[in-house]
């Protein structure tokens, strides 16, 4: 039997996900867990993560290095690729798999940190809407939500939010390609055609997930040919150590054979 999301008893995301993408909702919930938090985790509401900066910088200090004031903007800008990881699944669960709506509003979602990286999170436990075809009002809740949370991290430091959505554009392109592995679902591509193909969004303005990825044509035949491309890069070349540029980093398009030959040496 289906799970029944208008239950008020928890449910984990992962148990309405096919296999192959329910690892992405272990932490993922409706409603809250019957399970205590762990001894360093706590609970708060996603609407008031900009009060936590200090934990969020601590955080990636430690996982990266650098200085969590110089290098502030990097340094959020990695932490957002662990939300995402997050929150990006659950979206595109609901929207592309199940064609439900997913009320992922801040104001009604809990984040578990421990030690500042985002372990947890929790929707309402009526979050889960009806089935639908409407491919705007699916995605509604998933697009509010970025926006949202991207305004809270951009206004904790001096990041343009380009940085951010591509951080989310990059994920989502790759988990909408890996439903279209799943059986049954090879041919229909056309959420990714509406997330990444318009210039404008639902409301009008300018569309931020517009084409997040690019296949480019590299000059050296040590990249792969066509290369993926974010078309923006997540800045994390500006810590201190972090010279090892990510696969798909557009910057390794302007690298010359012995840069890029370096790279291969650091991994």
């Known amino acids: 039997m289906s799970p029944d999301a208008a239950s ?16 992405y909702l272990q932490n993922v919930w409706l409603g809250a867990p019957d399970h205590a938090l762990e001894t360093n985790d706590i609970s708060i509401p996603l609407s008031s993560l900009g009060a936590h900066r200090n934990a969020l910088l ?4 430690h996982h990266y290095g650098g200085d969590a004031e110089l290098h502030a903007r990097a340094l959020l800008s990695q932490w957002s690729k662990y939300y995402f990881g997050l929150a990006a699944p659950a979206g595109i669960l609901a929207a592309r798999l199940l064609r439900r709506p997913l009320d992922m509003s801040p104001l009604r ?3 578990v940190l421990r030690e500042g990286m985002p372990v947890a999170l929790r929707f309402a436990a009526d979050a889960l809407k009806p089935h639908t075809h409407d491919t705007v009002l699916n995605y509604a809740g998933l697009l509010e939500h970025l926006d949202a949370v991207i305004g809270m991290l951009a206004g904790m430091t001096r990041i343009a939010p380009r940085v951010l959505w591509s951080n989310a ?21 056309g959420d990714a055609a509406w ?3 318009l210039s404008l969004g639902a409301d009008g303005a300018p569309n931020p997930l517009r084409a997040p990825i690019r296949q480019m044509k590299p000059r050296s035949a040590l990249l792969p040919d066509p290369f993926r491309a974010r078309r923006v890069c997540c800045v ?10 990510c696969t798909s980093c557009p910057l390794l398009l302007t690298m010359s054979d012995e840069q890029l030959a370096l790279q291969e040496a650091i991994a």
């Not at 554009?169 to 591509?189: K, V």
């Not at 994390?236 to 540029?245: F, K, M, S, V």
């Open 8 to 23: 008020n008893a928890s449910q984990c995301l992962a148990s309405f996900a096919p296999a192959s993408i329910a690892p």
């Open 58 to 61: 601590d955080a990636m200090v």
């Open 109 to 111: 979602a809990q984040l």
């Open 169 to 189: 554009g990059n994920l989502l392109d790759y988990l909408l390609e890996q439903c279209a592995l799943l059986p049954g679902e090879e041919d229909d591509r």
């Open 195 to 197: 997330l990444f193909g």
């Open 236 to 245: 994390r070349y500006e810590i201190p150590g972090e010279t090892q540029l």
